[in-house]
């Protein structure tokens, strides 16, 4: 998967999402829209009533205004790392991003923002956003390693879709090691 992501969307300080980097899908509650409109389509036709008809393919149209919303909103962002502090091992890091205002607004609704592989983050509004965006990193040993990749997600505007991309910054994160010392066993 990760290679796949290497060639898809290549390491870059900076980021322009687009076509090519943005991953949609529909939520839970986008299933169960779907479903309805369905189920709206088949008794719309069933019973030959036209009010039904028209109700579904509003919601039908409502759907794919949607996703072509929710998609157009995701791919006004733009990001570019500011760089990470080189920490002691077992400190929290901080790695710092900057929105980057186009000559359109940077999106809307809520941004969360984790790290690849990890279920909490953080959250931040898109209309009142920082300049500056902090992702803690808990270290655990020293060396110099690789930052992994950074997810976004949005479900603006209705959540009926989730939108979500992978990036990595190219960010190496030096670990010093713990400035306190180490108690070995044989020694006293």
């Given at each position: 998967m990760l290679r796949w992501l290497?060639?898809?969307?290549?390491?870059?300080?900076?980021?322009?999402?687009?076509?090519?980097?943005?991953?949609?899908?529909?939520?839970v509650f986008g299933f169960c829209f779907l479903i309805l409109c369905v189920c709206l389509f088949?008794?719309?036709?069933?019973?030959?009533n036209n009010?039904?008809?028209?109700?579904?393919?509003?919601?039908?149209?409502?759907?794919?205004?949607?996703l072509f919303?929710?998609?157009?909103?995701f791919s006004r962002i733009q990001l570019q790392a500011r760089g990470i502090n080189p920490?002691?091992?077992?400190?929290?890091?901080?790695?710092?991003m900057q929105l980057i205002e186009t000559h359109t607004r940077a999106?809307?609704?809520?941004?969360?923002?984790?790290?690849?592989?990890?279920?909490?983050?953080?959250?931040?509004?898109?209309?009142?956003?920082p300049a500056v965006i902090s992702l803690p990193r808990f270290t655990y040993r020293r060396g110099?390693?690789?930052?992994?990749?950074?997810?976004?997600?949005?479900?603006?505007?209705l959540g009926l879709f989730k939108c979500w991309t992978h990036l990595d910054f190219a960010q190496p994160l030096p670990y010093f090691p713990n400035y306190r010392p180490v108690k070995?066993?044989?020694?006293?």
């Open positions: 290497a060639s898809r969307i290549p390491e870059k300080q900076r980021h322009q999402l687009d076509a090519r980097s943005i991953f949609i899908f529909p939520t088949v008794l719309g036709t069933n019973y030959q009010l039904l008809l028209l109700l579904s393919y509003f919601f039908i149209a409502l759907g794919l205004v949607t919303t929710s998609y157009r909103n920490v002691f091992a077992g400190d929290n890091a901080t790695f710092q999106g809307h609704g809520e941004l969360k923002i984790h790290w690849w592989g990890h279920a909490t983050g953080i959250v931040i509004d898109l209309d009142e956003a110099l390693f690789p930052l992994p990749r950074v997810t976004f997600s949005s479900q603006f505007p070995l066993p044989w020694y006293r």
